[in-house]
């Protein structure tokens, strides 16, 4: 039997136990294809919404800002992400294409329950695979300057990331060219 552990080998185990508890956590993380007008995609839009409106200085209007269930985000137009975990949502991504090789990253949302597990950055390269996969060489990133949680991830090759700046409500935030 090991003699106990003494303070600093108990500080890393628990260390340890997190990192594995999150590493669980994600693993049990499905990211699918949805219709946007199923109870489970609606339950991330309204989320999503109301997140918005408390964070964005002007509030968040899904009629002018574009609503998950707008026509945009659903084929042949675009298409909808939804994160599930034990078959509950947990989070969510758009994408729009737009045509001419351009498409359009939007409403990526992870419930708080799963943030810092990197499920934003997941959402994020499985959009931009799709958009590829679609013939895109152009992604942009629809966001607000008021986020403080941007997308800390390298992009993938062949793949440059930009930002511009607006005033409006959202803006484009990165644009990709591979």
Not at 78 to 103: D, I
Not at 118 to 147: I, M, P
Request: charged share 25%.
């Amino acid at each position: 039997m090991p003699a106990p552990l003494d303070p600093q080998q108990r500080e890393r185990l628990v260390a340890a136990m997190g990192e594995v508890e999150r590493l669980l956590l994600a693993s049990q993380v499905r990211v699918a294809e949805a219709d946007p007008l199923t109870p489970a995609a609606q339950f991330c839009a309204r989320e999503y919404y109301a997140e918005s409106a408390s964070r964005f200085a002007t509030g968040f209007d899904p009629a002018v800002g574009g609503a998950v269930a707008d026509s945009s985000i659903t084929p042949p137009r675009g298409l909808l992400l939804l994160a599930t975990r034990r078959g509950e949502p947990v989070g969510c991504g758009a994408l729009t294409l737009h045509g001419r090789g351009l498409a359009e990253i939007k409403r990526v949302w992870a419930s708080p329950s799963v943030r810092g597990l990197g499920l934003g950055r997941r959402l994020l390269r499985e959009l931009e695979s799709r958009a590829a996969a679609h013939g895109c060489r152009r992604v942009q990133l629809d966001t607000n300057g008021s986020l403080t949680r941007r997308s800390r991830c390298t992009a993938p090759p062949g793949i440059t990331r930009s930002c511009r700046t607006t005033t409006t409500p959202t803006r484009s935030c990165g644009s990709r060219n591979p």
